[in-house]
């Protein structure tokens, strides 16, 4: 047994593959973006070694990226304050439902999570459009023209319009997950506290909502993940105007290396990006192992 | 009999509650259907919905026919395809020899490649558009494939390794008896057992690659092997202002998805689950 499991050719040619795609294509960039974090390279000129005075300039000058950290904050936010409790009350509606109903919503409700991010951006465009938009249309049918703006140039509203639009998109998302949370929960319980002659509220409050504390651990650090690598619909849709107002962490850097052209700045900002996953990564992990062990 | 009608009323006022959230959460693209089948002139109306009389199919024909709708969908299948199946080989591989042979530095490669599940893919862009143009595989499919498989080869990995410590150690033991090498032992014990695991890594693969926007974006430029996504981003170029034939061709593109998604539920709906909760 053991001679088998300790076979070296076996071993390599299980592990290389991934390996070397994982180094190729992940392992090798990172090492490539701290080599350049430290150059003023921008493709054309001599690349020259500055030292640090790209991550001085990022951590101590940059407020676009101070706001960028803003709004992934905002966005966070958003999705846990409004989205999950939105979910949740969902997903015990879905499991309620039964039978064929309850499939034909878990998948209604799910289709637009499915929607391809250039979709849903130029869906919400045209919806927001300030002359022929939707948004704009509905509020001047019910008597509203006051109300009426151009959404997606408005400082303030631009932000609220883009962590709308990520709090639909991942609507289906958080509702199955707490869903699969619902359905873990034993039918007794629910049934016994039934019988007591419990309230709909009350069986929510004292008996799901205590149960389902794992599942909506997962669904916050979900929503941190998420909103911290958040870029494509803000790429395709304010790319981060009106000044920059509704700018990401991600999107700034794609901006910064794709628009201006400034490799080393850019990837002093990839690397200080991949420090903040990691750290988000291991305090959420913190909390929920010291979570786990009551 | 009144306990019998209240819990029916009370069912009923369920099934129609869902109804109207689900109707709101699919408001938008039912308003992008319905545009679809309208005149641009009707775009730039009043109206907040018009019933389609009669319906403007030709946008859609415009949308297959000048979108060039079946080569992009040939895109996605083939490069959407080829990554879940690498996926699941890898991830099958490389979860039997980092758990179960014995080799110095398992643990080592093992959290290494996990890693790879908390970086974003966006801090890999430039170096990687970098790394590509000097491999000269800028704009090719294999630019596609290889970042697609590595995003989603540390996921991968992390499920799949999770389920194989969970197979019996006795049925290995009783293959290697009979003679069998590893191949066969991954063959004919670990493939069978990890159907489950394999179905939610596809899962998980199918939603990294089908929509992914970004690294398809800076890595490809031409239309030939570029996937769904772009059918839109190509045809809103041609159309400018032509909405409501933007519009079809945006309804059309998210159908592909959603007939999959019905196809599958049942799997897609546990792989889903599966995989967010292990994430």
């Known amino acids: 047994m053991s001679k088998v499991l300790s076979n070296k050719k076996m071993i390599a040619l299980l592990v290389l593959p991934g390996i070397i795609i994982f180094c190729l294509v992940i392992l090798v960039p990172i090492f490539m973006s701290v080599f350049y974090s430290v150059t003023d390279y921008n493709g054309i000129d001599a690349m020259k070694f500055v030292g640090l005075t790209n991550y001085k300039k990022l951590i101590m000058d940059d407020?676009?990226?101070?706001?960028?950290?803003?709004?992934?904050?905002?966005?966070?936010?958003?999705?846990?304050?409004?989205?999950?409790?939105?979910?949740?009350?969902?997903?015990?509606?879905?499991?309620?439902?039964?039978?064929?109903?309850?499939?034909?919503?878990?998948?209604?409700?799910?289709?637009?999570?499915?929607?391809?991010?250039?979709?849903?951006?130029?869906?919400?465009?045209?919806?927001?459009?300030p002359t022929f938009g939707l948004v704009n249309k509905i509020l001047k049918a019910v008597g509203l023209t006051s109300w009426c703006q151009a959404w997606m140039t408005e400082t303030t509203t631009a932000l609220i319009a883009i962590v709308l639009i990520e709090i639909w998109v991942g609507f289906g998302w958080s509702m199955l997950i707490y869903y699969a949370g619902v359905k873990g929960?034993?039918?007794?319980?629910?049934?016994?506290?039934?019988?007591?002659?419990?309230?709909?509220?009350?069986?929510?409050?004292?008996?799901?909502?205590?149960?389902?504390?794992?599942?909506?651990?997962?669904?916050?650090?979900?929503?941190?993940?998420?909103?911290?690598?958040?870029?494509?619909?803000?790429?395709?849709?304010?790319?981060g105007a009106p000044g920059n107002a509704t700018q990401f962490v991600a999107n700034y850097l794609y901006v910064k290396a794709f628009s201006d052209q400034k490799y080393g700045y850019a990837n002093a900002i990839s690397v200080v990006f991949i420090v903040i996953c990691l750290i988000a990564n291991f305090i959420t992990k913190q909390i929920t192992a010291e979570r786990g062990e009551k | 009999m009144i306990a019998?009608?209240?819990?029916?009323?009370?069912?009923?006022?369920?099934?129609?509650?869902?109804?109207?959230?689900?109707?709101?959460?699919?408001?938008?693209?039912?308003?992008?259907?319905?545009y679809s089948l309208l005149s641009n002139s009707d775009f730039y109306g009043d109206s907040i919905m018009k019933l389609p009389a009669p319906p403007l199919w030709s946008n859609y024909f415009s949308a297959i026919v000048d979108g060039k709708f079946f080569n992009y969908l040939l895109n996605s299948l083939f490069i959407t395809g080829i990554t879940i199946a690498v996926v699941i080989t890898l991830s099958i591989c490389l979860g039997y020899a980092l758990i179960r042979m014995k080799w110095k530095g398992s643990r080592f490669v093992y959290t290494l490649l996990i890693t790879g599940i908390m970086i974003p893919?966006?801090?890999?862009?430039?170096?990687?558009?970098?790394?590509?143009?000097?491999?000269?595989?800028?704009?090719?499919?294999?630019?596609?494939?290889?970042?697609?498989?590595?995003?989603?080869?540390?996921?991968?990995?992390f499920i799949m390794s999770g389920f194989i410590e969970g197979i019996p150690r006795s049925l290995e033991e009783a293959a290697v008896m009979d003679g069998c090498g590893v191949l066969r032992i991954i063959k004919n014990v670990v493939i069978p057992l990890s159907k489950p695991a394999a179905v939610t890594v596809a899962t998980m693969t199918f939603f990294n690659c089908w929509n992914e926007f970004i690294?398809?974006?800076?890595?490809?430029?031409?239309?030939?092997?570029?996937?769904?996504?772009?059918?839109?981003?190509?045809?809103?170029?041609?159309?400018?202002s032509n909405y409501t034939v933007q519009f079809a061709v945006m309804f059309l593109s998210t159908v592909p998805a959603i007939i999959i998604f019905i196809l599958f539920n049942k799997q897609m709906t546990k792989g889903i689950i599966a995989g967010a909760i292990k994430e």
Request: glycine letters at 4%; one cysteine or more; a positive charge.
């Open chain 1, 63 to 129: 407020k676009i990226m101070w706001l960028s950290i803003r709004n992934v904050f905002i966005l966070s936010a958003g999705l846990i304050i409004i989205q999950h409790p939105l979910s949740i009350v969902c997903a015990i509606y879905v499991d309620k439902a039964g039978g064929v109903w309850e499939k034909i919503f878990r998948v209604l409700i799910f289709i637009p999570s499915m929607t391809s991010v250039v979709v849903t951006a130029k869906l919400w465009m045209n919806m927001l459009d």
């Open chain 1, 185 to 239: 929960i034993p039918a007794d319980q629910i049934d016994a506290a039934r019988i007591d002659g419990a309230a709909d509220g009350h069986l929510i409050t004292k008996i799901i909502l205590p149960q389902l504390k794992p599942i909506i651990r997962i669904n916050i650090t979900l929503a941190i993940v998420n909103a911290l690598k958040m870029m494509e619909t803000v790429y395709l849709t304010t790319n």
């Open chain 2, 215 to 240: 690294m398809a974006a800076t890595y490809t430029s031409s239309d030939t092997i570029r996937t769904l996504p772009f059918a839109v981003m190509n045809f809103s170029g041609k159309y400018t």
């Open chain 2, 4 to 34: 019998e009608k209240k819990k029916k009323w009370k069912r009923a006022r369920l099934l129609i509650l869902l109804s109207v959230v689900a109707l709101l959460n699919l408001f938008p693209l039912v308003w992008l259907l319905d």
């Open chain 2, 121 to 157: 893919i966006h801090t890999t862009l430039l170096p990687n558009f970098f790394a590509f143009q000097a491999y000269g595989i800028l704009n090719t499919r294999i630019a596609l494939i290889l970042p697609y498989i590595a995003f989603s080869m540390s996921l991968g990995l």
